[in-house]
């Protein structure tokens, strides 16, 4: 008994030791991730020491992440060290705590959800899902036109038995699933010896342009035919936002997949893949022996996934009230619709996405059941600056091409007052608008703006900024239509001026471009040096012009012939009438600046003839020197001993002189006098350039003025 109690006392002290050890590695542990922490942390800010506004930018988004979030990598990498029989236990649990918080947050019922962490990864899961066994055609993937084509080279590239098919419309909008073009492909497909239709991929909120499809008609065709049919798009989670809905409403599809990364408006967060349609009847296991080692086909492509994915939506589920998680896509849903329905009273912008206003898209549309009448939500907004209310309009050029112009600059400006807006550009090289009262088949290449605050994560625009934007989009609205008319007239208002010119010029979304043509040169018959002073008058008037007024800028000048000679470029104008008043003032610059040019070219050749006076007396006064001095006396060393022997007089009456040119009698004259007198001596000639006449009258009436009191 005796020699028991030491080793229990002794096997308690090494208990105890372990304990304050493990207390110990646990406290020394947390100080070092929080200084590695603070230390990358305040490395990465060191960049941004100079940008106070993206530093707090991010320091919101991070601090959002972890009120909402939190550190789950700490989890993840916990349950990734699992064994993985451990992992098949403790995935149920969390994974059905999830679907249900889900089905309560969007009102959805589905069989099954799946976190994934790429875009790709989410469509090979739902197509290997999906995916009919002991098939050996190709399965028929139907797809919209606006399908991003990288996502399908992926696909084609990871899963080698499937194809895709695109479904043109003809009808409507390219971005919507023509529902008849849809039933007679499936009609030629289905009885394909190498192929067989398989899945079709609708809209509801498409990427680019927000739009829905029919996806309660186009769901009975796929239940018709035995076809999958997924939905992607970011109305899916608009949901969560009506008051009531009653429990048969649900999203009429076979499964789909939304970013609630977007919707949540927080960082790092997975694609969520909800299955409404269950697939026993699908996937049903062909081999008797094979194992099952999870209760659902999905959670082996849980368990082989980044257990991230799951964790974060779990976390969140566990942190976050509904208002926090929706404040994001209901702000954004808001702002579009204020956009939108703001936009609609300036005239002048054409509303893309609006273009069914015969028709309202409600959830009737999207969801099976006793689906709400309420009006589907805005994601985005797209829109540009169209005006057909201009008379003149035949009078310009390219028309299309220039309104693409008129769109960029209304960009740049309102992206340049607004960066919080965030503004996107869509150019025409990759974007097309129908025109008006025309089929879709006669689609043009356009400019548009887009407005979409779903995919920005910083909620920073209220309405009071809203308002200041759309005050700025109706100012630049004016300004567009008053170029749009001084363009259009430019030509008529240019030939009432004799010295200006009107000239064609593309890429350019101000009025257009001037050429002055001075009074002396005859613009239909030109040379090298009338050529040279016109682009001389046209810097000239550019240095003058743009001194008071950004409207001027100087162009041209090209290799080519036809561009070598320079023009005046003008810029947007606020008002029609400022036309005639940007002429008006290029047409008496232009006269002064040729006057001056003229002035100045008369007293070069002045002074050319002279320099040439001036050296040729020189020349001859120094021969005449030289006669007089004799030529010893030119001689290095002979010299010397001549002016020893024979000093030379201080004095000569030969001594050269030097020559100065008065400019306001145009005369040259000799430096004698300068130096006799220590000053210079000033003589008037009635031959003086007539800019001196004036003051020299005035001299004259003031002299004759004082003799006149003395007299008296």
């Known amino acids: 008994m005796t020699s028991e109690k030491p080793d229990i006392e002794q096997n308690d002290k090494v208990t105890t030791t372990n304990e304050s050890s493990i207390v110990f590695n646990e406290e020394k542990t947390m100080e070092l991730n929080n200084r590695l922490k603070n230390d990358f942390m305040s490395y990465c800010f060191s960049f941004l020491h100079e940008d106070e506004e993206a530093r707090q930018c991010i320091q919101i988004v991070w601090n959002k992440y972890l009120e909402c979030v939190g550190d789950v990598a700490m989890l993840s990498a916990f349950f990734d060290t699992l064994p993985y029989h451990i992992k098949t236990s403790v995935l149920p649990k969390y994974q059905n705590e999830i679907i249900q918080w889900c089905e309560k947050l969007f009102h959805i019922h589905s069989h099954a959800l799946l976190c994934s962490t790429y875009y790709s990864e989410t469509f090979q899961r739902v197509i290997r899902y999906a995916l009919k066994p002991n098939q050996y055609k190709k399965a028929i993937i139907y797809i919209p036109m606006d399908f991003d084509p990288n996502l399908k080279i992926d696909l084609t590239s990871s899963l080698s038995n499937i194809k895709f098919e695109h479904i043109s419309n003809k009808t409507s909008h390219e971005d919507m699933i023509d529902i008849n073009r849809f039933e007679e492909l499936i009609k030629r497909d ?12 609708a809209n509801a909120g498409s990427a680019l342009l927000g739009r829905c499809d029919e996806l309660k008609e186009i769901k009975q065709i796929c239940e018709r035919y035995n076809i999958w049919l997924h939905v992607i798009g970011d109305l899916l989670g608009s949901l969560a936002l009506l008051s009531t809905i009653k429990d048969n409403v649900n999203i009429s599809c076979d499964s789909l997949t939304m970013d609630i990364m977007k919707l949540f408006g927080i960082q790092n967060l997975p694609y969520l893949t909800f299955f409404l349609r ?4 699908i996937n049903e296991t062909d081999e008797q022996n094979s194992l ?44 579009a619709n204020l956009l939108l329905t703001r936009l609609k009273q300036i005239k002048t912008i054409h509303i893309i996405n609006d273009e069914d206003n015969n028709e309202t898209y409600t959830y009737q549309r999207i969801c099976s059941g006793d689906a709400p009448n309420d009006v589907l939500p805005k994601s985005l907004v797209i829109f540009r600056f169209q005006s057909d209310n201009i008379t003149e309009l035949e009078n310009i050029d390219n028309l299309t091409g220039y309104l693409d112009l008129l769109n960029l600059w209304l960009f740049d400006k309102l992206s340049h007052q607004h960066p919080k807006i965030n503004l996107e550009l869509l150019k025409s090289v990759h974007f097309q608008i129908s025109k008006p009262n025309e ?55 240019v030939s009432k001026y004799s010295n200006l010119l009107s000239i064609p010029i593309q890429n350019w979304a101000g009025i257009g471009a001037v050429r002055y043509i001075p009074s002396n040169i005859n613009p239909t018959n030109t040379d090298e040096i009338s050529n040279y002073e016109i682009n001389i008058i046209q810097s000239e008037l550019a240095r003058q012009l743009q001194t008071n007024d950004s409207a001027f800028s100087l162009s041209g000048g090209g290799t080519d012939e036809k561009d070598s000679l320079l023009y005046l470029r003008l810029g947007m104008i606020r008002k029609r009438e400022d036309l005639d008043i940007l002429l008006q003032k290029i047409s008496n610059v232009g ?10 070219e008369d007293m070069a050749e002045k002074i050319k003839a002279g320099i040439e006076k001036a050296e040729k007396d020189l020349q001859d006064e120094n021969l005449q020197l030289l006669a007089q001095d004799g030529l010893l006396r030119q001689l290095p060393i002979v010299s010397n001993l001549m002016s020893w022997w024979s000093p030379a007089p201080s004095a000569s009456a030969t001594a050269t002189k030097g020559r100065s040119f008065d400019l306001n009698s145009g005369r040259i004259e000799s430096t004698e006098d300068t130096y006799v007198y220590r000053m210079q001596i000033r003589r008037q000639s009635h031959h003086a350039p007539t800019h001196n006449d004036t003051t020299s009258d005035n001299s004259d009436n003031i002299i004759n003025s004082t003799d006149q009191k003395t007299n008296e």
């Open 591 to 600: 006269k002064e600046a040729e006057s001056s040019i003229k002035y100045a």
């Open 190 to 201: 289905i009885n394909d010896s190498v192929s067989y239709p398989f899945m079709i991929i």
């Open 439 to 493: 089929p879709i088949q006669n689609q043009i290449a356009a400019h548009a703006l887009r407005f979409a605050p779903l995919e920005h994560l910083l909620d920073v625009i209220d309405e009071n900024d809203m308002q200041l934007f759309l005050d700025d989009i109706q100012r630049f609205s004016d300004i567009l239509i008053a170029t749009m008319t001084a363009r259009a007239n430019l030509a008529s208002t």
């Open 278 to 281: 269950s697939t026993i009847d």
């Open 292 to 335: 099952q080692r999870s209760s659902h086909p999905l959670d082996d492509f849980i368990l082989h996934s980044p257990s991230v994915s799951f964790l974060s939506v779990w976390s969140i589920s566990q942190r976050c009230s509904n208002e926090n998680i929706f404040y994001h896509m209901k702000q954004s849903f808001d702002l």
